[in-house]
């Protein structure tokens, strides 16, 4: 298993701010298995689809937007949306 913290896009479309998973192989596999999981939207009507599309993501701490990333022993993933303002 492994913990997903959402921020910002990401959190309103899941609906949580944090869930646990069982943990694909890849991130690939994440970011598909959270778009269909979760059918909510965002106050502009983007679905988690979309959103994560945008997305970056940290993988235990250190970036990566790599869907081949391997997720085998990794506990967290942040899910991290385009911040406006730097």
């Not at 309103?12 to 269909?36: F, N, R, Y």
Request: glycine share 12%.
């Amino acid at each position: 298993m492994l913990t997903v913290h959402y921020f910002a896009a990401a959190r309103a479309a899941a609906g949580v701010a944090s869930e646990q998973v069982k943990a694909p192989t890849t991130l690939g596999q994440l970011i598909e298995q959270l778009g269909k999981d979760h059918t909510g939207t965002t106050e502009a009507g983007m679905s988690m689809k979309e959103v994560l599309g945008r997305c970056n993501f940290l993988i235990d701490g250190a970036g990566n937007t790599q869907a081949d990333s391997p997720l085998m022993g990794v506990s967290r993933v942040d899910v991290l949306p385009p911040f406006a303002g730097g």
